[in-house]
Nanobody
Framework: QVQLMESGGGLVQPGGSLRLSCVASGKFFSINTMGWYRQAPGMQRELVATFTSSGSTNYADSVKGRFTISRDNAKNTVYLQMNSVKLEDTAVYYC?????????WGQGTQVTVSS
């Protein structure tokens, strides 16, 4: 069984920064893809940033230049550095990983941008 545990969410002012972490645990050989999605109230879940199976990164247009995804393979951990946050970044942020043909989701961490 694979588990994803997110941390780092909270309340941040517009223009501020926040760093999210996601640790994958359990029995697996390697992780194919790992990244971040978010879901705002009344909205569909959307991609924020992810590592692809080739190791490249994909970002939503709305976060390009502000958010940075990084990882520590030895720790099975992916990070999301969020800078210059905006009110519209408020959402529950979910970690997603694909291991072989199975997709796993974390329980999510709330990020609230408010003055």
């Amino acid at each position: 069984q694979v588990q994803l545990m997110e941390s780092g969410g909270g309340l941040v002012q517009p223009g501020g920064s926040l760093r999210l972490s996601c640790v994958a645990s359990g029995k697996f050989f390697s992780i194919n893809t790992m990244g971040w999605y978010r879901q705002a109230p009344g909205m569909q879940r959307e991609l924020v940033a992810t590592f692809t199976s080739s190791g490249s990164t994909n970002y939503a247009d709305s976060v390009k230049g502000r958010f940075t995804i990084s990882r520590d393979n030895a720790k099975n951990t992916v990070y999301l550095q969020m800078n210059s946050v905006k009110l519209e970044d408020t959402a529950v942020y979910y970690c997603r990983a694909r291991i072989t043909t199975s997709v796993y989701w974390g329980q999510g961490t709330q990020v609230t941008v408010s003055s």
